[in-house]
């Protein structure tokens, strides 16, 4: 994957994308995987950058980045950098990006950067339009996820979830597969649910829960991580490329944090052994994630489909 970035990205650059890349394969969330650099997913190698991403508005503890052209998951990985050290330096660091042309990978690896230095993190993330309000047929939200990393003992909580039933990622890859989308996360252009791919991305998403409550939440990433940072927002061409808003924040301001960690993790640790209706103990958000990717650590390499590994093959000829 190195090899591949450094074909049209330098040394700096692919250092801050490679990794996301490969968390995305390595937690088995394909959609933000190598599929990103292909030809059949977002293609981040087709882009033209305008320059490198700056910073733009400056206050003593936020920032605002212009991504410049650049795909998310470089202007993602600065802005975590600066929105860690804000944070430590002034408790709470806020920072918005817009300009970037491509998403930012799994916000899961952001969250788990902020929260192993003992911040508290938030972050949004703004798509193009692809998920219909509900009762509704036009594209106007991103997939606009909405997530949180919270530090304990241990690996850190974490909570990442997309607004809408289905990732653009997962679409695309189910359409390069020759897959089926499952039931009940999509309509084609005249409102009826589908599972082809490709009726999917001629019509809408719909949002998780098919209700007025994804859509209401939809609404909120969409103003804070699309309207206020400048990005781009619904279907209008009234703003700057995709956004993304990322909060820090220090425990330290309302509680010690050795005794918030503690509580948290023995908050987890009462829902996970809470009695359940199987038997089994009670799984908790995000942590799936960390086994399967402590296992292909273990195993030492990701399995990746024939059509995706032809196009990165293609790209080093």
């Given amino acids: 994957i190195h090899k591949v970035l450094l074909t049209k990205y330098s040394k700096k650059e692919v250092n801050f994308m490679t990794p996301i890349i490969m968390f995305g394969e390595l937690s088995?969330?394909?959609s933000h995987g190598i599929i990103r650099i292909c030809s059949s997913g977002e293609n981040i190698l087709s882009r033209k950058p305008k320059g490198y991403p700056s910073v733009i508005k400056r206050t003593r503890n936020s920032e605002l980045i212009e991504g410049k052209g650049n795909p998310g998951m470089l202007v993602g990985a600065i802005a975590c950098q600066e929105v860690i050290r804000l944070g430590e330096k002034?408790?709470?660091?806020?920072?918005g990006t817009k300009g970037s042309t491509s998403s930012s990978g799994s916000l899961t690896y952001y969250l788990e950067k902020i929260a192993n230095e003992n911040l508290i993190a938030i972050i949004m993330a703004r798509a193009p339009s692809d998920v219909a309000p509900f009762g509704g047929l036009e594209r106007l939200f991103g997939t606009n996820p909405i997530s949180f990393g919270i530090p304990k003992k241990g690996e850190p909580f974490i909570f990442d979830m997309a607004t809408s039933a289905i990732s653009y990622g997962a679409v695309a890859r189910a359409?390069?597969?020759?897959?089926?989308?499952?039931?009940?996360?999509?309509?084609?252009?005249r409102?009826?649910?589908?599972?082809?791919?490709?009726?999917a991305l001629e019509g809408a998403f719909l949002t998780f829960d098919n209700s007025y409550k994804g859509y209401g939440l939809a609404m909120i990433v969409e103003i804070l991580a699309g309207v206020l940072p400048g990005a781009q927002y619904l279907d209008l061409k009234d703003g700057d490329g995709w956004g993304n808003l990322f909060l820090a924040i220090?425990?330290?301001l309302l509680t010690d944090i050795?005794?918030?960690k503690k509580k948290v993790e023995k908050l987890v640790e009462r829902v996970r052994n809470s009695k359940s209706i199987?038997?089994?103990?009670?799984?908790?958000?995000?942590?799936?994630?960390?086994?399967?990717?402590n296992q292909a650590i273990k195993n030492g390499f990701v399995d990746v489909d024939e059509k995706t590994l032809r196009d990165i093959e293609n790209i080093i000829k």
Avoid at 90 to 95: A, F, K, T
């Fill in 191 to 199: 409102g009826k649910v589908t599972t082809d791919p490709k009726k």
């Fill in 250 to 252: 220090n425990p330290n």
């Fill in 278 to 293: 199987s038997g089994e103990k009670i799984r908790i958000p995000g942590e799936n994630k960390i086994r399967l990717r």
């Fill in 90 to 95: 002034y408790d709470i660091g806020l920072v």
């Fill in 258 to 260: 050795s005794d918030f």
């Fill in 175 to 189: 359409k390069n597969l020759g897959h089926k989308l499952p039931e009940n996360v999509a309509v084609d252009k």
């Fill in 28 to 30: 088995n969330t394909k």
